[in-house]
T-cell receptor, first 114, second 113 residues
């Protein structure tokens, strides 16, 4: 069965510092990987996704993620965070080879401090 | 309106009430979803509709009843809820494919008193 682990439930970081949010997955099907962000009082929004090709994926708002098959990881990074990046971040994988249901990780709350 | 909209944004209801949550997508997608998001718990998929047909019901209690009258609208009918049903209910839509992301609405914050 597919699963997603996000080891850090909370990550505090100072403004303009770099950040890495970790995601590890377990998948027995072709791997597609997604990162979503949820700002306060809003729904989830896609940050980026990996389908194939280059293992370094660039997304919105200056975020990027690197797919590492050998380590079954898809960590999210940003070189310099802003206060507005404070949000909950979710890693997700498709649940199976059919349809389009996701398995979501438990989320990492990023708090950017002034 | 663009994207996925949900109404109401906030709802307080007693355990004996009946209410409905509404979701509308303006993206031309063919699949719609209901999720429950509770504090300290992972996102829970409740129902999936594909081409207006319910294709998944993840052991959700019968006090939650979904309805999908067409590909643009999705409802969640609520009756005799319990306090533990208090949560953020998110609707999403997608063009059904493993490679396509889901688009989420802003959610309805439900409080059961």
């Amino acid at each position: 069965a597919q699963s997603v682990t996000q080891l850090d439930s909370q990550v505090p970081v100072f403004e303009e510092a770099p950040v890495e949010l970790r995601c590890n997955y377990s998948s027995s099907v072709s791997v597609y990987l997604f990162w979503y962000v949820q700002y306060p009082n809003q729904g989830l929004q896609l940050l980026l996704k990996y389908l194939s090709g280059s293992t370094l994926v660039k997304g919105i708002n200056g975020f990027e993620a690197e797919f590492n098959k050998s380590q079954t990881s898809f960590h999210l990074r940003k070189p310099s965070v802003h206060i507005s990046d404070t949000a909950e971040y979710f890693c997700a994988v498709p649940r199976d080879n059919y349809g389009q249901n996701f398995v979501f990780g438990p989320g990492t709350r990023l708090s950017v401090l002034p | 309106e663009t994207g996925v909209t949900q109404t109401p944004r906030h709802l307080v209801m007693g355990m004996t009430n009946k209410k409905s949550l509404k979701c509308e997508q303006h993206l031309g997608h063919n699949a719609m979803y209901w999720y429950k998001q509770s504090a300290k718990k992972p996102l829970e998929l409740m129902f999936v509709y594909s081409l207006e047909e319910r294709v998944e019901n993840n052991s959700v209690p019968s006090r939650f009843s979904p309805e999908c009258p067409n590909s643009s609208h999705l409802f969640l009918h609520l009756h005799t809820l319990q306090p533990e049903d208090s949560a953020l209910y998110l609707c999403a839509s997608s063009q059904e494919s493993r490679s396509n992301e889901q688009y989420f609405g802003p959610g309805t914050r439900l409080t059961v008193t």
